[in-house]
């Protein structure tokens, strides 16, 4: 059975501004992105299994706000590790999944977002990727072997999500 690994960069946060990178908020344009893109996402690739959230702030409200009440979305699994994940380690997480998980969903960073991505992807959509993705954009994946078994050029892009501006 294929499964179906999304790969989201985070909504459009607040400017660092002496705060510190990790505690950035969402902007009002982001938090607007993550509340209507919810359903749109779910529809397209869940209901979700498995949700891993980088600790950063702008990363966990992104997820917060995309996941709403609806049911498609779980709990999430947040992790210092994807804050500062290289796409190396993220690939291991992915591998490390639970085999009964169908559809995961990864909220995090750039460039190990698209990184990944286009390390993944079979196809040409992955070239297109290399380039980066924008905020609150969404890799849907369709995996056909086991999350174990994951390697590169082991996926391909089915579709790439945006919200509506």
Request: glycine content about 8%; proline content about 6%; overall charge negative.
């Amino acid at each position: 059975m294929t499964k179906t690994l999304v790969l989201m960069r985070h909504a459009k946060a607040e400017p660092e501004a002496g705060i510190g990178d990790r505690v950035r908020p969402l902007a009002q344009r982001g938090r607007l992105q993550s509340r209507c893109f919810g359903e749109e996402l779910a529809e397209a690739a869940g209901p979700f299994d498995v949700a891993l959230v980088s600790s950063a702030l702008r990363t966990t409200e992104t997820y917060r706000l995309l996941a709403g009440d609806l049911p498609e979305y779980p709990s999430p699994r947040v992790s210092d590790d994807l804050y500062e994940a290289t796409t190396r380690s993220l690939l291991a997480k992915v591998r490390g999944l639970e085999e009964s998980a169908q559809r995961v969903i990864v909220v995090g960073h750039e460039p190990v977002m698209s990184a990944l991505a286009y390390l993944l992807d079979r196809g040409r959509e992955g070239q297109q990727l290399a380039m980066g993705i924008p905020t609150a954009a969404a890799v849907v994946l369709d995996i056909p072997g086991t999350w174990a078994e994951l390697d590169r050029q082991g996926a391909s892009v089915r579709t790439v999500l945006r919200p509506a501006e």
